[in-house]
């Protein structure tokens, strides 16, 4: 039972989350809030490193940045949204009879604690003229795109 459990649970989450749109195993979503301002979602599952979920969460603000028709962003608010939790396989008993004796092996329990790191930030969007400075603190969304795209993992 005890190998099923842990065969089950590789299966189930056996590589980190890719760059994708949101599912069960996690992704990257852009929510618009008002005209300039989103919501970008990310959720990686137990084998997904924090930084990933950074980098999953920079890109699509870039990404909604250029849909919008804008060139910079800035983040006006983030929060850590990770989950943390465990799998817990039971401990098992066994006893064999020899003769007039009984022989009982125990295997105690054993958990196996995983975090699941998410992140939700809050962008907005600009349109800064060509040969213009942005502000400090704000992002242009094709260097975020060129950097950072390159290195994400994307799904197949």
Do not use: W
């Not at 990310?42 to 930084?51: D, I, K, L, S, V």
């Not at 969460?57 to 028709?69: D, F, I, R, Y």
């Amino acid at each position: 039972m005890r190998i099923k459990i842990i065969l089950f649970v590789l299966i189930l989450g056996g590589c980190a989350t890719p760059y994708q749109e949101m599912g069960i195993t996690g992704g990257v979503a852009a929510q618009r809030m008002t005209t300039d301002t989103y919501r970008i979602l990310a959720r990686g599952n137990a084998y997904t490193g924090a930084t990933a979920i950074q980098d999953y969460t920079l890109l699509k603000a870039a990404e909604a940045t250029k849909q919008a028709g804008a060139t910079h962003f800035a983040i006006i608010s983030a929060s850590d949204a990770s989950r943390a939790g465990a799998i817990v396989i039971p401990g098992q008993a066994q006893t064999s009879v020899v003769g007039n004796t009984a022989f009982t092996t125990y295997t105690p329990a054993t958990a196996h604690n995983f975090i699941k790191p998410g992140q939700d930030t809050y962008i907005r969007v600009f349109t800064i003229p060509a040969g213009k400075l942005p502000p400090q603190g704000v992002l242009a969304a094709d260097e975020i795109i060129q950097f950072v795209g390159s290195r994400v993992k994307r799904s197949e």
